[in-house]
């Protein structure tokens, strides 16, 4: 989630600093240059339009993912309990393990 926060945040700030250069340049009265002032806003709102389409797409995909997640796993109590204690022993398994690896073995000799 964090990632597509800073992505959302890096792409509006490229919106923005591409309409504050066209701000900049809105004094030159050179009639190409205005042509491409319309262009490039026409970019710029066709842009922030997409982004602000997928952002909502995006929402709407993580909703259907979390109802249909809650769902599943209210339709298999025992299968989320049974996968929970797994990932349990697991982890206490490699935690046990870890530990005894860093206590110096009883039988080792001193050379």
Do not use: F, Y
């Amino acid at each position: 989630m964090r990632h597509s926060a800073a992505l959302e945040e890096e792409l509006r700030n490229i919106v923005d600093h591409a309409e504050a250069l066209l701000e900049a340049l809105a004094d030159d009265g050179d009639a190409k240059l205005d042509q491409l002032r319309e262009r490039v806003r026409a970019s710029i709102d066709s842009a922030r339009s997409r982004l602000d389409e997928l952002l909502a797409d995006a929402e709407r995909a993580r909703e259907r993912a979390a109802d249909a997640c809650e769902g599943w796993m209210q339709e298999n109590p025992w299968t989320v309990i049974a996968l929970s204690a797994a990932v349990g022993l697991l982890a206490g398994w490699l935690l046990a393990g870890r530990g005894r690896r860093r206590t110096p073995s009883a039988d080792a000799s001193p050379s």
